[in-house]
């Protein structure tokens, strides 16, 4: 279960100057920012809360305004591997997008965390809705969701790869 609550002090009027100024949002049009805003909220985390457990029912995404958070998968005999450490400006949760909506990694804030949280299934219906919106939406997450993997392989190679194929840091 995560533990997470909303930023102290922050307005809609903030939240509506927040939402354009991120730069993962710049290419959506104005009433596509406004439709994703009316799903978020502004969220903060202590250093180590778990926002969410591998396995466990994808129902939300953010985009990190300040903070670390790291993904990680359990291993067994090995525990949880962390594979990649995101930062501010970044997509946060991706396997709310694809059935089972099950998240594929688990996620903890390394430093405390502030975010805009998105609640996925008003996405999703809004998406289903209006397929210019969800095109927009698909278009933002694919490049995260290809990044995401990308990095995974990396950071699996480094560690279980044959020496010839890790790569160099």
Known sequence: MS???RAGGITST??????PAQPFLAALVPHHLAALQ????P????????LFTEGAAADHF???DHGDVALDLQVPGHGALVLETLSA??????????PPYRWHFGAVARTPVEALRFDAGLVLRRCEADPSFGYAVMRLVTPAVIDRLQATRLRLLDLYGPPGERRRR
Do not use: F, K, M, N
């Not at 903030?14 to 939402?19: K, S």
């Not at 969220?43 to 778990?50: C, D, I, L």
């Not at 400006?89 to 694809?98: H, P």
């Open 89 to 98: 400006g970044t997509l946060l949760g991706w396997s709310w997008l694809y």
């Open 38 to 41: 009316e799903t978020c909220v």
């Open 62 to 64: 953010w985009l990190l």
């Open 43 to 50: 969220v903060s985390y202590p250093q180590g809360a778990r």
């Open 3 to 5: 533990t997470h609550q």
């Open 14 to 19: 903030d939240l509506t100057a927040r939402i």
